[in-house]
């Protein structure tokens, strides 16, 4: 008698856990400021989006993203904490809670906004997809790869978009998908495909890791559309704002010609979109649940658009990209933000 | 008269001993072994010129990036190993943290050699030391927090420190569990024997890999909203679980060898189920079944290498993730990283089939 | 039979907790279940994910470039799933074939009377057993492979196979319309083999005496062929591969994904293989095979008549966990991008579509039910082998 109610006890207790665990769906910002910092979902290691450099801090454009957002929730770009997921688990990823948001060069389609349960906030990254191949091959186009063997990254929209231009072109072509990028440039260098197929930018980026740069060529012909951004749940619409504004702030401050350098001075400017961007005038962080200087925060340890481009993927980079469409609209470029009013 | 004296024994005639007749008997015995024992001696001389040749007489051995190892006959590329080796036992582990590492390597051999000699006295001290503390101390150490010690997250643990962890884990929750489960298999309660039985089955008939999908892509979402762990976590309990239904059919072999009479003598002495179990049955089922015990833990320890598949960076990932450094590529790169990753592996797997037929040998002689 | 009444009190007190002990496992386990799913069901319906199997339906829209059945771009995610499980059967069924050939063989050698072939053997076995599946299949792949020349200056063998980074390029043979003769004089064969391996189990039982079966039925055999040839001629053409573009067009072309995994699967599975064997023929009683010299058997006679079929009922059981392993470990390929269930299925469709319970659900049923499968084939074997060595032996 007395085992069977030390058993009853234990199968009591169980349940009480059982049930206790009830899911109640906390809004992410106020977990997020409990917790102290912003869980970022990135990519395995793409230069110049995410990846750690040789001191294992990450690195990137898609990796200042999330160092925007967690300015703006905290002031302090250093309370963010990221967690590399293949293209396979990035969106169970979001929908379980284990990241809040997720800035890994992800593109924006119909479907996945749609029925995954995830919200685009925006497109940092205005990309498309090219190829990659020898240049001792004498390839100058796109359509001259009929018969080719193709290694990209399995599940990705790549995968689809070289099947339909292919077969729009009447061309044969051998896919060769690996689960991880790594495998696919490695197969690609070995030999194992003629051409290296995914967004044009990162073509860029994993050329830097080929035995010899100087002997492959990117294409310049671009097949898709490939708008990369970050991406929230579905359903929590305040930190959906947060994300959204941390990018279009980055955007504002370069169109107003606010940088991380002059931000200080700026703070004191009578253009009244700066000091509504600053948080001066107006109470546009409060609306959003966070303080009226996020944006100061942002540009302050983050930069503008400009300044993070530059550094991460720009001319000066081992990449080399231009700015090219991801110029200012002021410029014929894309970006373009609301304006903070 | 003389003495008799018997005549010394003669020795053998000379072509019966020696190196010449063992030569005869094992491998010129018949016209056919003559002509085995030729090629297999040109095959042995053939490999092993390719070996030392590729190993040494062509390999590279100092060099502080690729250059080193692009001479025209290039054989192994052992600077690559020897500028990566810190990653590769500790991974992205913050280098200035890694003595935790080595400390928590350092008390797993301390606590493990003299568990695993037989003669060696303080069984049962040893046994709460690795079983009570060595846990606890390995957690506090590996991932910090406490004590002043900085904090580590595991997305920067990596080479063999993860390797050794999650083959520790498995190996350390899959025994337990394995029992239980064959315990239960074998319980004449039918709905915890089925339960069993259906648990085993289920995960010994799917690979390892989609279990560790379940566990990266599924199991948050089995999860309430909110509630989640860490990455490495999952896989262990994914580990975990897979090599238990393993174990549980291992131990299940020894179960069944152990004669009915135990039990009835069991009971027979007034002890119910579980004392029976523990104190009669089971010592005798894991005695008999050690050598599988170990082979189950081999596989384990070859298997966690899958969860380099799911993005978690193992010895194997590790090496896999520095050919993709553009300062170290060359031709050789890869065949050096595989064939050391494999040296290690092979000694730790060598040393458990080796102490797995020591264990064997001696138990047998004791029956 | 009478109990005393103190284990019948025991027995009946033993009898309720036993009752009450699985009444809670049951609950527990329904509750964890019912907890999990309604966890499932609610993060899914919370974050409006589609959920279902209507995805089967919907086009796929990628390349897979190796396929059993004709597939393109256009079909369903269905049939993804049933290009993917051929994929995943081919490389399982020919990897038991060359990994059972390469142990048994490696398995006697372990055993022979010759030392240095015996620790060749014994080398080869600790060599391939120790180290990781994954870490070999990588070896081959990312190691070897690479190592092959371009398609353009490929390995060349008699000018109709061609070997290169892309993989082996064989000829296809193309049959014709006459070539059903030569299908006849297959079945014709194959039946003779048959019908005279019955004949000669019937000899020996009724006379002890050892018929031969090979050779009547091999000429049988060439006696249909002759007749199919004067027949029908030849009916069949090569289709050589040539290069053209990138890489070979025509013939048949084995990818190196597959090469590299079979390899790796054949070379491990076979030193496990061995062993089982080797373990499998000691078992056999050393009388039996000094019987076997008494009664004036060959060295070879002995172990095909004596030795095997007694050494058989020791090895089936965890041979048949051994190719459960491999149809298993199949699923490594993923890793070095051959397509088979787990990397098109359970990877791309899983991401494309974004269901991820229902594809690794689907995935794991098909193992389960393949793994089903084997067992039942290698359970009838097994009876079937039990069952000739009682009547016979």
């Given amino acids: ?341 | 008269m003389a003495e008799w004296t018997p005549t010394p024994p003669r020795p053998a005639p000379a072509s019966s001993v020696g190196f010449s007749a063992w030569a005869r008997r094992n491998l010129f015995a018949t016209p056919g072994d003559v002509a085995f024992t030729v090629l297999g001696a040109a095959f042995i001389i053939w490999l092993g010129n390719v070996i030392i040749d590729w190993a040494f007489i062509n390999a590279s051995f100092a060099g502080d990036d690729r250059t080193a190892c692009l001479k025209p006959v290039q054989g192994a590329c052992w600077p690559f190993i020897d500028a990566k080796l810190g990653q590769f036992i500790y991974g992205r582990y913050p280098e200035a943290e890694t003595w935790r590492v080595n400390l928590v390597f350092l008390f797993g051999a301390v606590g493990l050699v003299p568990m695993l000699v037989p003669a060696a006295p303080f069984k049962s001290f040893n046994i709460a030391f690795l079983l009570g503390f060595y846990p606890v101390f390995t957690f506090v150490m590996l991932t910090g927090g406490l004590f002043g010690l900085a904090e580590v997250e595991t997305t920067d643990w990596g080479g063999l420190l993860v390797t050794l962890v999650v083959a520790v884990t498995g190996i350390a929750a899959s025994l337990p569990l394995g029992i239980m489960l064959a315990l239960g298999r074998r319980s004449k309660l039918p709905i915890i024997r089925y339960f069993c039985i259906g648990f085993i089955e289920v995960f010994r008939g799917v690979p390892l890999i989609t279990v560790l999908f379940m566990a990266s892509v599924m199991l948050p979402l089995f999860l309430p909203d909110g509630v989640n762990f860490d990455k490495l976590m999952r896989c262990l309990i994914g580990v975990a679980l897979f090599s238990s239904a393993y174990m549980a059919e291992v131990v299940r072999g020894g179960l069944q060898a152990i004669p009915k009479g135990q039990y009835e003598a069991g009971a027979a002495l007034g002890l119910g189920y579980w004392k029976t179990t523990r104190l009669i049955i089971l010592p005798q089922a894991l005695k008999l079944v050690i050598p599988g015990i170990v082979n189950t833990f081999i596989g384990l320890f070859k298997d966690t290498t899958l969860v380099l598949i799911v993005g978690l960076f193992d010895l194997l990932g590790i090496v896999q993730f520095h050919f993709t450094d553009a300062s170290w590529a060359t031709p050789e790169t890869h065949i050096t990283g595989y064939v050391f990753a494999g040296a290690v592996f092979w000694v730790f797997c060598f040393a458990m089939s080796r102490y797995s037929i020591f264990m064997e040998n001696r138990l047998s002689t004791g029956r | 039979m009478s109990e005393k009444p103190i284990i019948a009190r025991w027995r009946a007190r033993v009898g309720q907790r036993d009752v009450l002990a699985q009444v809670l496992v049951a609950l527990l386990v329904i509750m964890a279940v019912y907890w999990l799913v309604g966890n499932v069901v609610s993060n899914l319906e919370r974050q409006n994910v589609a959920s279902g199997f209507g995805f089967f339906n919907e086009r796929a829209g990628f390349g897979i470039n190796q396929t059993l059945i004709d597939y393109n771009e256009d079909n369903s995610y269905g049939r993804v799933l049933v290009v993917g499980l051929l994929n995943t059967l081919l490389v399982s069924v020919l990897g038991i074939a060359a990994a059972s050939f390469l142990g048994f063989v490696i398995g006697i050698g372990r055993l022979s009377q010759n030392w240095l072939i015996s620790k060749l053997a014994m080398v080869y076995i600790e060599i391939f057993r120790n180290v990781p599946l994954l870490l070999q299949i990588m070896f081959w792949y990312f190691g070897v492979l690479r190592n092959l020349p371009v398609p353009r200056q490929s390995l060349d063998l008699g000018e109709l196979m061609f070997l290169n980074n892309r993989g082996f390029v064989l000829p296809a043979i193309e049959a014709g319309a006459g070539a059903i003769w030569y299908g006849l004089a297959a079945i014709i064969g194959i039946t003779a083999v048959f019908w005279f391996k019955r004949r000669a189990r019937r000899i020996l039982v009724a006379t002890g005496t050892i018929a031969s079966v090979w050779r009547p039925a091999a000429s049988i055999f060439l006696l249909a062929l002759v007749m199919a040839y004067l027949i029908a001629g030849v009916p069949f053409q090569l289709d050589v591969p040539v290069l053209r573009g990138f890489n070979f067009r025509g013939g048949i072309s084995v990818i190196p994904e597959f090469v590299a995994l079979l390899l790796a699967l054949s070379l491990y599975t076979a030193s496990f293989i061995a062993e089982i064997v080797r373990a499998g023929i000691e078992a056999v009683d050393k009388g039996q095979r000094e019987a076997a010299a008494a009664l004036g058997f060959t060295r070879s006679q002995s172990l095909n008549l004596v030795i095997v079929p007694q050494a058989l009922r020791v090895i089936i059981p965890p041979l048949t966990s051994q190719y459960l392993n491999l149809t298993k470990n199949s699923s490594l390929a993923v890793a070095i991008a051959y397509p088979d269930i787990v990397s098109v299925f359970a990877g791309t469709t899983l991401t494309q579509v974004g269901q991820a319970v229902e594809i690794i659900l689907v995935t794991m049923l098909i193992y389960l039910t393949l793994s089903l499968l084997t067992s039942l084939i290698m359970n009838w074997y097994n009876a079937r082998i039990a069952l000739a060595g009682g009547t016979h032996g």
């Fill in chain 1, 1 to 341: 008698m007395k085992m069977l109610s030390y058993k009853f006890r234990v199968v009591v207790l169980a349940c009480a856990c059982v049930f206790s665990q009830t899911a109640v769906a906390a809004e992410t910002l106020s977990i997020v400021q409990k917790r102290g910092h912003v869980q970022c979902g990135v990519s395995q290691g793409l230069p110049g989006f995410s990846n750690p450099d040789d001191k294992g801090n990450w690195v990137g454009m898609d990796v200042d993203i999330c160092r925007a957002v967690a300015a703006a929730v905290f002031g302090d770009s250093a309370k963010v904490k990221f967690t590399p997921l293949s293209a396979k688990e990035r969106f169970t990823a979001l929908q379980s809670g284990e990241v809040d948001m997720l800035a890994r060069n992800t593109t924006w389609s119909m479907h996945r906004d749609t029925a995954l349960g995830v919200d685009f906030t925006g497109v940092n990254y205005y990309d498309g997809q090219g190829f990659m191949v020898r240049k001792e091959l004498g390839i100058k186009s796109t359509l001259e790869l009929g018969g080719a063997s193709l290694c990209t990254n399995l599940g990705t929209t790549t995968e689809l978009n070289a099947a339909d231009y292919f077969r729009t072109n009447n061309m044969e072509y051998e896919i060769v998908a690996f689960e991880k990028a790594d495998e696919a440039v490695a197969a690609y260098n070995t030999g194992r495909c003629d051409a290296y197929t995914t967004d044009q930018s990162a073509l860029y980026a994993q050329r830097l890791k080929l035995t010899d740069p100087a002997a492959h060529v990117v294409l310049p012909e671009i097949i898709s559309k490939e708008p990369l951004g970050p991406v929230v749940r579905q359903g929590d619409d305040q930190w959906g704002d947060i994300v959204r504004w941390a990018h279009f702030a980055m955007v504002n401050a370069e169109e107003l010609g606010v940088t991380s350098k002059n931000v200080d001075k700026m703070k004191g400017d009578k253009n009244p979109a700066i000091r509504r961007l600053l948080g001066v005038d107006g109470t546009f962080g409060e609306n959003m649940g966070i303080s009226n200087d996020w944006a100061y925060h942002i540009i302050r340890t983050v930069g503008n658009y400009s300044e993070t481009f530059e550094r991460n993927v720009g001319k000066a980079t081992p990449l080399g990209i231009a700015r090219g469409v991801n110029a200012l609209w002021t410029q014929g470029g894309l970006q373009y933000a609301p304006p903070v009013r």
